[in-house]
């Protein structure tokens, strides 16, 4: 695991915490929960079981290093399944995400947070434009990557909390520098979206602004 919250410390909120890691990463299935070894036990693909045990073991290590060690990770149903954790009684935020090989996660003891992030190689029709591009944007993010500007879009969407009720489409996004911009969500809320490149992935944290 990679605890990078320093590395873009000056993009990110001070209470943003962020690591990465490979999935397969070697952690024991002791770290688990007797809840979440019955979860494991119950997923019946090996590529699944990997991708649960490194996200775990990322988080409550990332927690750990953070302070918060013993920090049980939960789901809120009735929202969508937008996961969250709990820490001597206190709601933290969290939010996760993973390619074929890496999994992300950003923590946060109290400000909303989506991440997202995908290869920086990754091969995508330009068509998807179309789908993910809102009309008044289309001059401003034409010029960038179409997986970049997919990241974007996709940590927003984390950070709303619905899935895919959203269009990615309807959100638009203003750039206020080459890697920050904001977008007002259907809640009106004011978000920020931090966008960069690490180990040849694009990385993208969004959060509420206050």
């Known amino acids: 695991m990679e605890n990078i919250t320093a590395k873009y410390c000056s993009l990110l909120p001070s209470d943003l915490n962020i690591a990465i890691g490979e999935i397969g990463s070697t952690f024991s299935e002791e770290l688990l929960s007797s809840i979440e070894q019955t979860e494991y036990q119950n997923l019946q693909h090996r590529r699944r079981r990997d991708e649960f045990l490194s996200t775990r073991g990322i988080i409550k290590e990332l927690a750990g290093r953070s302070g918060w060690k013993g920090l049980r990770l939960k789901s809120t149903k009735m929202r969508f399944g937008k996961p969250y954790g ?23 003891p109290g400000l909303p947070v989506g991440i997202d992030i995908e290869p920086e190689d990754r091969s995508v029709t330009e068509r998807l434009r179309d789908r993910i591009l809102h009309a008044e944007e289309r001059a401003l993010l034409q010029d960038q990557p179409l ?18 009720r959203t269009n990615l489409n309807e959100i638009k996004i203003q750039r206020l520098n080459p890697r920050v911009f904001s977008a007002v969500l259907g809640d009106d809320k004011s978000a920020r979206i931090c966008s960069f490149r690490h180990q040849k992935h694009w990385i993208a944290v969004a959060y509420y602004q206050n």
């Open 147 to 164: 997986i970049r500007v997919w990241t974007l879009k996709e940590s927003l969407v984390k950070l709303n909390g619905r899935g895919l």
């Open 86 to 108: 709990v820490y001597n009684n206190q709601r933290f935020e969290l939010s996760l995400a993973h390619t074929n090989e890496k999994v992300i996660c950003v923590l946060s």
